[in-house]
C-alpha cells in the first residue's frame, strides 16, 4: 500500500501554498499576454510521435514517454509546446495571411532518465507569434518576455539575446561537416574555450576564420561587442545576424529596456530549431535558464502552413525557484474565515457565508463535529490558513457567546 501513496520518479504532488503561487504566477503571467493581444489555445496533452519526431525538433527520441493507443500507432505525451501549437495552427489558421498570436499554458513531459534530479514533467506557459518575420516581431516577443517576468514579482534578471546565423555563416564559410559542427556546437554552448582552441587548431586553416570561432565565446555583452564581431566574417548570413541584432537593440532602447538585455553571440541550441534570433532569460536562484526562445522559420512548412514564426516558453517551476530563492513573495488569496455551525446557528451561519462569498471572500464551512471543542477548531483553521473562525455551533459555552456578537473571531 506505500507504494501507492508515492509518485513515479521525475514527478511529484504540488499542493496547499506553493500550488496557490504557482497558478497565481500562471494567471499573471498569461494577463500580460492577453494585454499583448495573444489568444489562448489548449493541445493534447499526448500527440502522434511523428509531430515532434522531424527534423530539428528540441528532444530527442528517447527523451519521450511513449505509448501505442489501440491501433498500435505510436503516441507520445507532448515534451515540447512549440510543435504542438504549430500543428494546431497549420490546422485553424492555414489560410490566415495577417499575424497568429497564440499563447498556452500547460506541462510538458521529458524523460530525464540519466539526469539524476531533474523533473520529467514541467509546467510551461508561453506565446508564438506566427506569420510576421520582421525584427518588430522578435522584439515584441522581448518585450512580452520582460513584462511577463516583471509581472510575476521578478526584478533581478537578465535576458540574453544572439542569433544562430552569425555561427552558421561561419560553419558555412569554414565548410564544416555536419559532425564537425556538432562537435565544435557543443564546445562552445559548453563555453569551453580550450576545446574551442583544439578544435580550430585541428580542424581550420583560414586565419580570419580561426580567429572568429576562437572569439565565440567571449562574444557577449553590450551590443557594441556584437558589432565589433562584424569584423570577424565576410560571411553574408553572419552579417545579416549582425544587422539583425543592431535593429532589435535600437528597438528595445526606444522602449527604455536596455538594462534588461544583454547579447551573446556564442549562445547556440543543440537542435536544428531555430533558424535566427534565440535568447534565454537568466535570474538568481535557480541554476538553469527561466525563459527559452527564438526564431523559427521553417517549424511550421512541415505541417502545410510555410510561414515564420517567433516565440517563447517560461518555465514555472524554475521561475518559482528563482523567486523563492530571491524571497519575493507572491501574493496568494487568502482564506478569509471557516465558519461552523450546528442546526440552531444553520440560518445565520448560510447569512454570513454568502456575505463573506459575495464580497469575493474565500469561506470554508463545516458543520458542528460532536465532541470537537473550540480549541480543536481554531487548530483546524490554523492548519488551512483561515484568517478567522466563526463559531456558530457547539453548546452556549462551546459558543463563546457567539449567537449574540453574530460569530466568534480568532
Do not use: W
Not at 50 to 57: E, K, L, M, R
Not at 72 to 80: C, G, I, K, Q, S
Not at 103 to 125: D, L, P, R, W
Amino acid at each position: 500500500m506505500d507504494t501507492l501513496l508515492h509518485t513515479p520518479d521525475g514527478v511529484r504532488d504540488v499542493y496547499g501554498q506553493e500550488c496557490a503561487e504557482r497558478r497565481k504566477i500562471q494567471e499573471d503571467v498569461m494577463h500580460q499576454f492577453r494585454l499583448f493581444g495573444y489568444e489562448c489555445i489548449d493541445t493534447p496533452s499526448f500527440e502522434f510521435f511523428d509531430v515532434f519526431n522531424q527534423p530539428g525538433g528540441t528532444v530527442s527520441s528517447r527523451e519521450m514517454y511513449k505509448f501505442f493507443d489501440r491501433d498500435n500507432r505510436t503516441l507520445v505525451l507532448r515534451p515540447d509546446m512549440t510543435p504542438a501549437v504549430a500543428r494546431a495552427a497549420a490546422k485553424f489558421f492555414g489560410d490566415e495571411d495577417h499575424a497568429v498570436r497564440l499563447c498556452y499554458a500547460g506541462s510538458i513531459f521529458q524523460n530525464h532518465y540519466n539526469y539524476k534530479g531533474s523533473m520529467s514533467e514541467m509546467v510551461q506557459t508561453g506565446v508564438e507569434l506566427i506569420g510576421d518575420d520582421s525584427a518588430d516581431a522578435d522584439v515584441e516577443i522581448l518585450l512580452l518576455t520582460i513584462q511577463s517576468l516583471l509581472a510575476s514579482g521578478l526584478k533581478e534578471f537578465q535576458v540574453e539575446v544572439g542569433d544562430v546565423g552569425f555561427y552558421r555563416g561561419l560553419v558555412e564559410e569554414a565548410g564544416l561537416t555536419p559532425e564537425e559542427d556538432l562537435c565544435l556546437r557543443t564546445l562552445i554552448e559548453n563555453k569551453n574555450s580550450f576545446g574551442v582552441e583544439e578544435f580550430v587548431d585541428a580542424n581550420i586553416t583560414d586565419p580570419d576564420l580561426r580567429r572568429g570561432f576562437l572569439k565565440l565565446p567571449e562574444l557577449f555583452g553590450g551590443i557594441e561587442t556584437v558589432q565589433e564581431a562584424a569584423e570577424l566574417t565576410k560571411s553574408r548570413e553572419a552579417q545579416n545576424a549582425i544587422r539583425r541584432l543592431e535593429k532589435i537593440s535600437r528597438l528595445i532602447r526606444i522602449y527604455g529596456l536596455s538594462d534588461y538585455v544583454s547579447f551573446d553571440l556564442g549562445m547556440l541550441s543543440m537542435h536544428d530549431y531555430y533558424t535566427g534570433m534565440i535568447f534565454r532569460a537568466y535570474s538568481y536562484g535557480t541554476g538553469d535558464y527561466i525563459v527559452q526562445g527564438g526564431r523559427y522559420d521553417r517549424l511550421l512548412k512541415q505541417f502545410g502552413k510555410d510561414a515564420p514564426a517567433v516565440g517563447f516558453g517560461i518555465t514555472l517551476n524554475r521561475l518559482m525557484a528563482a523567486l523563492r530563492g530571491q524571497k519575493i513573495e507572491i501574493p496568494t488569496e487568502p482564506l478569509a474565515a471557516l465558519v461552523v455551525y450546528d442546526g440552531p446557528g444553520t440560518e445565520k451561519a448560510v447569512e454570513l457565508i454568502r456575505k463573506l462569498r459575495s464580497e469575493g471572500k474565500r469561506v470554508a464551512s463545516e458543520r458542528f463535529r460532536p465532541g470537537e471543542t473550540e480549541q480543536g477548531y481554531r487548530a483546524y483553521a490554523g492548519r488551512i490558513g483561515a484568517e478567522k473562525l466563526f463559531m456558530l455551533a457547539g453548546s452556549p459555552d462551546q459558543r463563546s457567546g457567539a449567537e449574540t456578537e453574530g460569530g466568534e473571531e480568532t
